[in-house]
């Protein structure tokens, strides 16, 4: 079965950081871009990063310069290393998981990130 599990969101003031971490299981982790995406309280869900299975990193321009996403295949993990936070990234944060060869998608239930004062 397959499952993706987000832990590490919370509060954090503007300029802080955290790190976001997905957990993949029930598949062969190495065959999938892994993805993370965002959505603010009544705003579409929104791409962050991505990271294909051949090593191309996209990044919202949002977050250009302040987000790391990376991955661990050994630990079927995908981390989003988030610095600098605006309040404007609050948001519940998700994992995708997509399959190289005919891009089936997975998501993770989310993990919530809110950033205040």
């Known amino acids: 079965q397959v499952q993706l599990v987000e832990s590490g969101g919370g509060l954090v003031q503007p300029g802080g950081s955290l790190r976001l971490s997905c957990a993949a299981s029930?598949?062969?982790?190495?065959?999938?871009?892994m993805s993370w995406y965002r959505q603010a309280p009544e705003k579409e869900r929104e791409l962050v990063a991505s990271?294909?299975?051949?090593?191309?990193?996209t990044y919202a321009d949002s977050v250009k310069g302040r987000f790391t996403i990376s991955r661990d295949n050994a630990k079927n993990t995908v981390y989003l290393q988030m610095n600098s936070l605006k309040p404007e990234d609050t948001a519940v944060y998700y994992c995708?998981?997509?399959?190289?060869?005919?891009?089936?998608?997975?998501w993770g239930v989310g993990t919530q990130v809110t950033v205040s004062s």
């Open positions: 995708k998981a997509r399959y190289r060869w005919t891009n089936t998608d997975y």
């Open positions: 990271l294909t299975t051949a090593g191309l990193i």
């Open positions: 029930g598949f062969i982790f190495s065959n999938y871009g």
